[in-house]
């Protein structure tokens, strides 16, 4: 089996354990606020990979220098803002629409991809991101109420994440993903736990009876172990065999994922709007693996296959 198809398989499962995580970290931050479970989330998932980094690989020490230091810390602070606004977000709207909103970063990427890496997409990927974005937008009118401070906070979550996702393709073919995944991992955890510092009651995350009441349990290790640590590191490894648009399309099933476990999980509604929604998004994801040719559909230069 080829590398980009099984880089695509991957990034795929790795979607749906974040979609199906909206609802354990909604339950959770009820409990435990949004920098502190994020802190403590990362925090794990930081000491699991740089224990798997002493065990079984610990030569990809010595290749750390500044710049690998410095293209890790860039990516993780993307990927703070990102989870951090998306948190909070979830504070003040429904795990469907959070889901939703987050996906726009399918739209977010090619678009930044023009700008800040001179790279366009091609037909397949446009075309693909076009339906995607349309199935988006059915998929948000399962929730009739209007936008809130909620929806805010998780569109900027949705350009950190494009971002993100742009950054590692930039980085994750010049340095080792594992040693790259546990630099940006560590620089989540601790930026997270500094605005726990400043922005909330951080000892609530050291109260046993928070920490261990079943929510945040659970929620800490799904997240920390499989949704943070395998997640990321999967993501770092893959991304360097596919291109940024195509790693946001196969991530735009992430809300498909996150309405049918707030449909089981939360109760919320999934009318036949968000079912014809749902589909639409997976035939864009589908249309991105067409064969396409060499040309750029938007200029005779370098062609990003979709």
């Keep these: 089996m080829k590398k980009p198809i099984i880089a695509d398989i991957s990034l795929l499962l790795v ?17 435990l606020e949004p920098f502190s479970f994020n802190g403590v989330r990362f925090l794990i998932a930081a000491l699991l990979l740089l224990l798997c980094l002493i065990l079984f690989d610990k030569k990809q020490l010595r290749l750390l220098n500044g710049k690998m230091l410095l293209s890790g810390v860039f990516i993780g602070f993307w990927l703070f803002l990102g989870y951090a ?5 979830l504070l003040y709207t429904t795990s469907s629409k959070a889901g939703f ?16 890496a001179k790279q366009y997409p091609s037909r397949n990927a446009i075309f693909g991101v076009s339906t995607a974005t349309i199935g988006l937008f059915f998929l948000t009118m399962t929730d009739v109420t209007g ?15 494009a971002m993100h996702i742009i950054m590692t393709g930039k980085f994750s073919s010049k340095y080792p993903s594992l040693l790259l995944t546990v630099i940006q991992i560590t620089t989540v955890a601790v930026l997270s736990i500094i ?86 998004i997976f035939a864009g994801m589908i249309i991105s693996e067409f064969p396409t040719d060499k040309l750029s559909f938007l200029r005779k230069s370098k062609t990003i296959e979709g």
């Design 147 to 161: 936008l809130n401070i909620g929806d805010g906070f998780v569109l900027v979550c949705a350009i950190s994440f």
């Design 195 to 280: 605005s726990s510092f400043i922005f909330e009651d951080w000892k609530r995350s050291l109260d046993p009876d928070i920490l261990l009441s079943n929510d945040v349990l659970i929620a800490i290790i799904i997240t920390s172990v499989f949704a943070t640590a395998a997640a990321f590191l999967i993501q770092t490894n893959f991304q360097k065999y596919t291109t940024a648009t195509r790693v946001a399309l196969i991530f735009a099933m992430e809300p498909v994922f996150a309405a049918v476990a707030g449909y089981f999980w939360a109760h919320d509604r999934l009318s036949i709007s968000a079912l014809f929604g749902c589909i639409l």
């Design 101 to 116: 909103i987050t996906g726009l970063s399918v739209v977010l990427v090619p678009l930044l991809s023009i700008f800040l």
């Design 15 to 31: 979607t749906l354990v974040w979609g199906t995580t909206f609802v354990l970290v909604q339950n959770a931050i009820d409990l």
């Design 85 to 89: 606004t998306q948190t909070i977000g």
